[in-house]
C-alpha cells in the first residue's frame, strides 16, 4: 500500500506571496491533518478534514486554510507569506477522526514540505 | 487548554546505556500514542496505550501509561545506534462537537554515541 505523499517536498518563496501544499493519503484513510514543524514549537496541529469537512482547527491565523477532496486528497494554502512560516509543513492521513472508543486513530504522516520564506 | 509536556527535551547516551523519557499531561487522556522521527524523517506511529498501568513491550522499548492516565514513559534498554532520533508522545484532545485532535508534546531527542 503506497504511503502518505506530499507535494512539493521543498518550496521557497518570498514574504507576502501564497503557497498551496498537497498532500494524497494512504488509500481508503478518509482523514486528513495538517501539522506545522518548527525547532522551537515543535509539531502544531493546524487542521482536520473529513469527508471533505474540516472537523477540527488549531490556533493559526486565518492565512493558513485547507480543504479536502471527494477523493480524500487535501490541500493546504497560506496567504501573505511571513518569514516565520518558514516551517517543515507535514500531512498526515488516519482511517477517520475522532475516537473509537478510548483510542485514537494512529496517524501515518507523509514526508513533508519543506517551506523556507525569504 | 489540556497541555502534553515532555522531559528531557535532549538526551545523549553511550551506546548501551539505557535512556527513558517522560510525558506529562495536566488532564486525564484517553489514550496516548508515542512516535518516532528519524533525523530528516518525519513521524512514524509507535504504539497506542489505552489502558490505566498499561505496559506494553516492543523489543527493546517499554511503554507504560500511568494509574491517573496522566503520565506515560518510553523506555529504551541497551540504546543502539538506530535508536537515534526525537520521540513523541501525543494524546487527544476534546475540541467540540465530538472531535478530538491530537496533541503534541515537544519531543525528546536522543543522541547515542557509538
Known sequence: ?118 | GQQVMQIPQYQHVQEGEDFTTYCNSSTTLSNIQWYKQRPGGHPVFLIQLVKSGEVKKQKRLTFQFGEAKKNSSLHITATQTTDVGTYFCAGPRYSGAGSYQLTFGKGTKLSVIP
Not at chain 1, 29 to 58: A, D, I
Not at chain 1, 70 to 90: F, H, I, K, P, Q
Not at chain 1, 110 to 115: A, H, N, S, V
Open chain 1, 1 to 118: 500500500k503506497a504511503g502518505v505523499t506530499q507535494t512539493p517536498r521543498y518550496l521557497i518563496k518570498t514574504r507576502g506571496q501564497q503557497v498551496t501544499l498537497s498532500c494524497s493519503p494512504i488509500s481508503g484513510h478518509r482523514s486528513v491533518s495538517w501539522y506545522q514543524q518548527t525547532p522551537g514549537q515543535g509539531l502544531q496541529f493546524l487542521f482536520e478534514y473529513f469527508s471533505e469537512t474540516q472537523r477540527n482547527k488549531g490556533n493559526f491565523p486565518g492565512r493558513f486554510s485547507g480543504r479536502q477532496f471527494s477523493n480524500s486528497r487535501s490541500e493546504m494554502n497560506v496567504s501573505t507569506l511571513e518569514l516565520g512560516d518558514s516551517a517543515l509543513y507535514l500531512c498526515a492521513s488516519s482511517l477517520a477522526y475522532g475516537l473509537s472508543g478510548l483510542a485514537s486513530y494512529e496517524q501515518y504522516f507523509g514526508p513533508g514540505t519543506r517551506l523556507t520564506v525569504t
